[in-house]
């Protein structure tokens, strides 16, 4: 008989995430998940200056800022049929690719790497053999003995004192807790030490942008941060070098620690690549714009079906039909009134809340499908799309990934073992290796045209009276986000914005197909269920943002539902 499990909320996520499974012969059989927070930006931005709306639109999470900023002016400048300077380009894209580093290293090491490695089980490894390990990675620093043995001192000491900090609460001693003790010690020494180096990527983006999170750079029609050289209150020359030293150290870290964890992990636990597929139609949006208009672009975009790399179909532009035209949401098993399936110019946003409802409603996040069809989205989308375009950088560093997961593993691995649950973290990694580069090489675009004389930033929009529709696109860190707006008369009449999390954390839809979170669930193992680690696993593999996928609130405070903590 089925065991009925409740993971709620699920924990180290940004937003409220409910996730039901059911168990039977230790393995899950149907997967429910729930979006269980609101947010108002949507009807807050009603009849406001568009110009205002990147600075709105921020605020829906404390984690995804940039990258609602981004959408939000590509989504006015769409509207309005602009070009932004080169400069601007160039500025939009460091920001973009440094963000996504720090949101990264964030993503792995704080938020997901301790369903993989159990930090107690440090406190038995042999430094010596923990050395002999790393150096069998990559050349890092910080591979030490002395540094070894030091992070283990400070685990035991957190033990001894009984206060765990942000390692209490964990499923330490699980049967599926199964790297050896020196990868473990390893694992928590480099999580110590992607907290610097996150910070080294937030940095930077202060930098460019003022501050962060809720950068305060952009503009519809370019950037604020002015240039100049020679003056020191401007981005000049001096600033510009330290975002770089930044960077550099952000990519060494990328290239020697990160990505090398995410290879030796996913090698450990070669027999998870065999769980957590689900959905294998695959969505990316192309980003890291070349030209004024967004028609070339250093990372690529477009669509799979089926898990079959030859089902490709790019997405060529900031403008291109094939996006503009297939995205629907469907608020079939929503809490919103109605059950129809619209194109986001075409929404309304009504909340009706039931109790949670199996087969009825039971989400406050909208399913949105592309042609139809569910798709997950994220960096293995783009990973793939890439791969399967004959994209050079991801070519370059897929095989690279894939050729040391091998040998690790012992065993050939094809690029068909991305489809699964360590899939989708290496292909973030990946993705994080190819930005690290790209960041370095945006910066010495950047540098190379203001040196021609080129100081420009902006473009001064014109609202024209009557009305205009556009629709901006960014691949976000968790994926494909799209912000879609109709503009009347120089206000905005309709804003609605489709993010990565209501792809992949969507529930069914008026069909009763399942969105990733929930495909990607059935059939995984579980061990324990009264510690449902195995679901936790493959949840974060998506890196959940639940605060971007909920779309309302409720203006008089009601109590909706009541959450308890595992």
Same mark, same amino acid.
Request: charged fraction near 20%; glycine fraction near 8%; hydrophobic fraction near 40%.
């Given at each position: 008989?089925?065991?009925?499990?409740?993971?709620?909320?699920?924990?180290?996520?940004?937003?409220?995430?409910?996730?039901?499974?059911?168990?039977?012969?230790?393995?899950?059989?149907?997967?429910?998940?729930?979006?269980?927070?609101?947010?108002?930006?949507?009807?807050?931005?009603?009849?406001?200056?568009?110009?205002?709306?990147?600075?709105?639109?921020?605020?829906?999470?404390?984690?995804?800022?940039?990258?609602?900023?981004?959408?939000?002016?590509?989504?006015?400048?769409?509207?309005?049929?602009?070009?932004?300077?080169?400069?601007?380009?160039?500025?939009?894209?460091?920001?973009?690719?440094?963000?996504?580093?720090?949101?990264?290293?964030?993503?792995?090491?704080?938020?997901?790497?301790?369903?993989?490695?159990?930090?107690?089980?440090?406190?038995?490894?042999?430094?010596?053999?923990?050395?002999?390990?790393?150096?069998?990675?990559?050349?890092?620093?910080?591979?030490?003995?002395?540094?070894?043995?030091?992070?283990?001192?400070?685990?035991?000491?957190?033990?001894?004192?009984?206060?765990?900090?942000?390692?209490?609460?964990?499923?330490?001693?699980?049967?599926?807790?199964?790297?050896?003790?020196?990868?473990?010690?390893?694992?928590?020494?480099?999580?110590?030490?992607?907290?610097?180096?996150?910070?080294?990527?937030?940095?930077?983006?202060?930098?460019?942008?003022?501050?962060?999170?809720?950068?305060?750079?952009?503009?519809?029609?370019?950037?604020?941060?002015?240039?100049?050289?020679?003056?020191?209150?401007?981005?000049?020359?001096?600033?510009?070098?330290?975002?770089?030293? &930044? @960077?550099?150290?952000?990519? %060494?870290?990328?290239?020697?620690?990160? *990505?090398?964890?995410?290879?030796?992990?996913? =090698? #450990?636990?070669?027999?998870?690549?065999?769980?957590?597929?689900?959905?294998?139609?695959?969505?990316?949006?192309?980003?890291?714009?070349?030209?004024?208009?967004?028609?070339?672009?250093?990372?690529?975009?477009?669509?799979?079906?089926?898990?079959?790399?030859?089902?490709?179909?790019?997405?060529?532009?900031?403008?291109?039909?094939?996006?503009?035209?297939?995205?629907?949401?469907?608020?079939?098993?929503?809490?919103?009134?109605?059950?129809?399936?619209?194109?986001?110019?075409?929404?309304?946003?009504?909340?009706?809340?039931?109790?949670?409802?199996?087969?009825?409603?039971?989400?406050?996040?909208?399913?949105?499908?592309?042609?139809?069809?569910?798709?997950?989205?994220?960096? &293995? @989308?783009?990973?793939?799309? %890439?791969?399967?375009?004959?994209?050079? *950088?991801?070519?370059?560093?897929?095989?690279? =990934? #894939?050729?040391?997961?091998?040998?690790?593993?012992?065993?050939?691995?094809?690029?068909?073992?991305?489809?699964?649950?360590?899939?989708?973290?290496?292909?973030?990694?990946?993705?994080?290796?190819?930005?690290?580069?790209?960041?370095?090489?945006?910066?010495?675009?950047?540098?190379?045209?203001?040196?021609?004389?080129?100081?420009?930033?902006?473009?001064?929009?014109?609202?024209?009276?009557?009305?205009?529709?556009?629709?901006?696109?960014?691949?976000?860190?968790?994926?494909?986000?799209?912000?879609?707006?109709?503009?009347?008369?120089?206000?905005?009449?309709?804003?609605?914005?489709?993010?990565?999390?209501?792809?992949?954390?969507?529930?069914?839809?008026?069909?009763?197909?399942?969105?990733?979170?929930?495909?990607?669930?059935?059939?995984?193992?579980?061990?324990?269920?009264?510690?449902?680690?195995?679901? #936790?696993?493959?949840?974060?593999?998506?890196?959940?943002?639940?605060?971007?996928?909920?779309?309302?609130?409720?203006?008089?405070?009601?109590?909706?539902?009541?959450?308890?903590?595992?």
């Amino acid at each position: 008989m089925a065991q009925r499990i409740t993971v709620d909320p699920i924990t180290r996520i940004e937003g409220h995430l409910r996730i039901d499974v059911e168990v039977e012969n230790a393995a899950i059989t149907r997967a429910w998940s729930s979006g269980q927070m609101w947010r108002g930006i949507e009807v807050i931005l009603k009849g406001r200056d568009p110009r205002d709306a990147w600075l709105f639109t921020q605020r829906i999470c404390g984690v995804c800022t940039t990258v609602h900023a981004l959408a939000s002016v590509r989504t006015v400048e769409n509207a309005l049929g602009m070009e932004i300077p080169i400069n601007a380009q160039y500025i939009r894209n460091l920001v973009m690719s440094l963000h996504a580093l720090h949101d990264h290293i964030v993503h792995f090491y704080v938020l997901s790497a301790l369903d993989w490695v159990d930090v107690v089980s440090a406190l038995k490894a042999d430094i010596k053999k923990t050395v002999a390990l790393a150096e069998t990675l990559s050349n890092w620093p910080g591979n030490s003995f002395n540094r070894f043995k030091a992070v283990q001192e400070k685990v035991q000491a957190i033990v001894d004192s009984g206060q765990l900090g942000p390692f209490a609460n964990g499923y330490w001693g699980h049967p599926a807790m199964t790297l050896p003790p020196e990868a473990n010690l390893m694992a928590v020494s480099h999580y110590l030490e992607a907290l610097d180096y996150q910070r080294k990527a937030d940095k930077a983006i202060a930098i460019l942008s003022g501050k962060n999170p809720h950068i305060q750079n952009m503009s519809v029609g370019g950037v604020t941060a002015a240039i100049n050289p020679d003056n020191e209150t401007t981005l000049n020359i001096e600033r510009l070098y330290w975002v770089k030293q &930044l @960077a550099e150290e952000v990519r %060494g870290f990328v290239h020697q620690v990160y *990505l090398p964890d995410v290879i030796a992990i996913g =090698a #450990l636990y070669k027999d998870w690549l065999a769980y957590g597929a689900g959905v294998t139609n695959y969505l990316a949006v192309p980003d890291m714009p070349l030209d004024t208009r967004g028609t070339s672009f250093d990372l690529p975009g477009g669509t799979i079906v089926g898990g079959d790399l030859k089902t490709v179909k790019p997405i060529t532009g900031f403008n291109d039909p094939y996006f503009k035209e297939n995205v629907v949401e469907s608020i079939a098993h929503s809490w919103y009134k109605g059950d129809w399936s619209k194109h986001p110019f075409k929404e309304e946003t009504v909340p009706d809340y039931t109790d949670f409802q199996d087969d009825g409603k039971y989400s406050w996040i909208k399913a949105p499908r592309f042609k139809d069809m569910p798709m997950q989205v994220g960096p &293995l @989308a783009q990973v793939l799309v %890439g791969y399967a375009q004959g994209h050079t *950088l991801t070519k370059k560093y897929v095989d690279d =990934a #894939l050729a040391r997961v091998s040998t690790l593993a012992g065993a050939q691995v094809g690029a068909g073992v991305l489809h699964s649950t360590p899939g989708r973290h290496l292909a973030r990694a990946i993705r994080a290796t190819m930005l690290s580069d790209l960041a370095l090489d945006h910066w010495q675009k950047l540098v190379d045209n203001i040196g021609t004389g080129d100081l420009e930033i902006f473009n001064k929009p014109t609202f024209p009276k009557g009305e205009q529709m556009g629709f901006g696109f960014h691949e976000a860190p968790r994926g494909t986000l799209s912000h879609w707006i109709v503009i009347r008369d120089g206000k905005i009449k309709n804003y609605q914005c489709v993010v990565p999390s209501t792809w992949n954390a969507g529930p069914r839809d008026g069909k009763g197909a399942p969105g990733p979170y929930e495909a990607s669930l059935v059939g995984n193992p579980m061990a324990n269920p009264q510690l449902p680690l195995e679901v #936790l696993r493959t949840i974060h593999s998506f890196d959940p943002c639940i605060a971007c996928a909920v779309h309302m609130l409720d203006p008089h405070g009601r109590e909706l539902t009541r959450v308890k903590a595992l």
